[in-house]
């Protein structure tokens, strides 16, 4: 059947599944850890971000790792920062979190993805953004989402 190329770029994108989007934050992960023994002889655990993730939104994809929230954009703190009640960097009273607000690599995978969103002219959907397993780099552990990621990207919390 023959479509349009809209259609095409839709179909496309969707084609990059949960699981492609943990083996894209494989690849980060290894990319994380390779910089971090070539930048180090001897790399101790504190040298390596806590957690990674992959996050894809509207076919826009973007790898974040885990670091204080002060650097995001304006309106992505000014979001987070409202749903979770507190300051960038402060534990939030409503999901008591042990994360402090704005840690998160899934937070500032959202923060990229926004950027990219802005520069294309569409407005960011928080809750619609798919995210791969979030990884510890250096044990190449999963974990799930905190508390706080939670509120900010599921549906249902
Ligand atoms: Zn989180």
Redesign the pocket.
């Known amino acids: 059947m023959f479509l349009p190329p809209y259609y095409c770029k839709i179909a496309l994108s969707d084609m990059v599944s949960k699981r492609s989007l943990d083996q894209l934050n494989e690849a980060y992960c290894r990319r994380i850890c390779n910089k971090v023994e070539r930048l180090l002889s001897k790399p101790e655990s504190k040298d390596y971000p806590a957690?990674a993730v992959t996050a894809k939104l509207n076919g826009y994809i973007s790898e974040a790792h885990s670091s204080p929230g002060q650097r995001m954009k304006l309106d992505v703190r000014n979001h987070i920062e409202k749903e979770l009640g507190g300051k960038v960097g402060t534990k939030s009273p409503i999901t008591n979190?042990y994360?402090p607000i704005g840690?998160?690599?899934?937070?500032h995978a959202s923060d990229y993805l926004n950027r990219k969103m802005t520069r294309a002219g569409k407005t960011t959907d928080y809750k619609m953004i798919q995210f791969s397993a979030?990884m510890r780099p250096r044990t190449k552990m999963s974990f799930p989402?905190?508390?706080?990621?939670?509120l900010?990207f599921e549906k249902t919390p």
């Open positions: 957690m979190c994360n840690n998160c690599a899934e937070q979030a989402k905190c508390e706080n990621c939670k900010l």
